[in-house]
């Protein structure tokens, strides 16, 4: 069997492994990164929701430098290649998709561009459609993972570091890497939302498909099912899902909410109507989950799931009430389109993903962590990144019993611990199976959060091998967190939440530090204010945090002029 070397092997082209494959070989790493599939970037591409749910903050301080940096350039690929209206072109912060709830781009395209963006690393090798199908150990670390490649042949990649970021978290079982897997009970983690211990109680997959809203007085209804009747019984088929009502009224209609191309942007022939993507409640399959434990029966959940999705298109082309009269039923000018993503039919070449397999980690992020009465969610002190997201959002399983809820969540962090296991020394995770329990990935599991999630384990792995440790000593080290944490900050990683000192500000780095080390905590609107007058009240309560006086000037100083004297200090 051939072998190659390298010094960390990814496990999984997701959103979360190219963010960890990017920055791991702008670290200078030798990077490998495999993938099953012939696309990259996950849910954001193969999975189809390729209008994702950011926060308000996303393209100022809620994300990282890379991931905004992706987005710049999708943008400049649309200004490039199409035709846009003189709105659109004037827009700095272009949406191809229109407003709300995030940055919307097709899903080739967004392929295209992480390819590139992986393709401009020389030290980050993809390989497509090479399927890890086993894992060798020594002890308590992992040695080597075996792929088979598209030729059939098996090739053993060996790496000091491995990531699985994959969204099932397939290498956790190969590794022998210990996980939990659906509902953890109240008992184990005290969460209020939490019930007994399910094992089973796991987010419903989707698969997505694509539609183009065709001018009215077109038929593009497609065959009718052949279990259509039970699949509408069984998936409850309607248009009513949280503020959504309607299928076109703006504001609270269906259409937009996945619409990834506003054909009003656009002065161009490829564009002359919306297209968007079907992706909501009532095709969350009810008639299974993943992973299911045998590759052939994961196979039966996600036709059964594509099946539904295909039945509630046709609900929507042949039942659906009519905005404006009820009585008017179906909108058969809602055509599929199998070329979004060379499929047949227009559905999602993979089901989109919410939870799979997550490590037993150093620290486990549970509900009390993130649903609190402050401003931000509780600062951990070995933060690698930020998430934002409007709740805990559970989306419900009849399949297995499951219940849906919801509940509020306050701006968070991502700890260090929640990337690495407890036991297994080199692998860490990198997609949405990191250290969360079943209810904390309801709000985890989103793009931004997990591009950061990878894009921090992929630095972490990085860091570790440049400074001779393992990643679980940076966790637990001041002096090693301290320099990782810096590390992250000079490539635009946040570590804290603060609304009003974006990555580039000369203070940047020096309020991160203060925020997460626990030393200022700013206003309750997450502003750092760094033109205020800093209190003399708020100077005594930084000398009792810091546990030694501050040499501060006689005059008034700033908040921004304190925080770099504080940054001085600690130096």
Known sequence: MDELQYDIVIVGASLGGVAAALRAGGMGADVCVLEASTWVGGQYTAQGVCKPDENKYIDSVGSTALYRWFKHLVRAYYRSNYRLTAAAAAMPLLNPGGPYPGFAV????????????????????????????????????????????????????????????????????????????????????GEPLANDAHPEWIQPITVPIALERRPGGENHTIPKPANYDALKAQQRYDLKDGYISKMFTPGIDLW???????????????????????????NDYQGGTLPTGDPARDLQVIEGARQATLGYL????????????????????????????????????????????????????????????????????????????????????????????????????????????????NVLAACKNLGVTHITNGAYRLHPVEWNTGESAGALAAFAIQHGTLPRNVATSADLLEQFQKTLLD???????????????????????????????GYDDMRYGPHDVLEKADQVAIDERLGSPTDWPSDPITRGDAAQLIASQLA
Not at 256 to 273: G, L, V
Not at 492 to 520: C, H
Request: aromatic residues 10%.
């Open 314 to 425: 046709y609900w929507l082309q042949t039942e659906c009430p009519h905005d404006d009269n009820p009585a008017v039923r179906g909108y058969p000018e809602l055509r599929p389109r199998p070329d979004v993503f060379d499929t047949p039919g227009g559905t999602a070449p993979q089901p989109y993903i919410r939870e799979g397999r997550r490590i037993l980690a150093l620290t486990t992020i549970v509900q009390q962590d993130v649903d609190t009465n402050e401003p931000r969610a509780r600062n951990f002190g070995d933060a690698c990144g930020i998430g934002y997201y409007g709740g805990l959002d559970i989306h419900a399983n009849d399949a297995v019993g499951m219940p849906q809820s919801f509940s509020g969540v306050k701006p968070f962090q991502i700890p260090v611990g929640a990337l690495v296991p407890r036991r297994v020394t």
């Open 106 to 189: 097709e899903p080739k395209v967004a392929d295209r561009v992480l390819k590139q963006m992986l393709q401009g690393d020389a030290k980050v090798h993809l390989r497509l459609k090479n399927r890890v199908t086993s894992a060798e150990t020594n002890g308590d670390s992992v040695t080597a993972v075996i792929a088979t490649g598209p030729d059939g042949v098996a090739t053993r990649y060996k790496a000091q570091m491995f990531l699985d970021a994959t969204d099932l978290g397939d290498l956790l079982p190969l590794a022998g890497v210990e996980f939990a897997i659906g509902a953890e009970s109240r008992a184990q983690t």
């Open 491 to 521: 490539v635009g990683v946040p570590v804290f939440w603060w609304t009003d000192v974006p990555y580039g500000d000369p203070l940047f780095a020096a309020v991160q530090m203060l925020g997460v080390r626990g030393i200022v905590s």
């Open 256 to 282: 937009s909410y996945r619409r990834f191309i506003a054909a009003s942007n656009f002065h161009d022939p490829a564009f002359p109507c919306d297209l968007s993507m079907l992706n909501m409640g009532f």
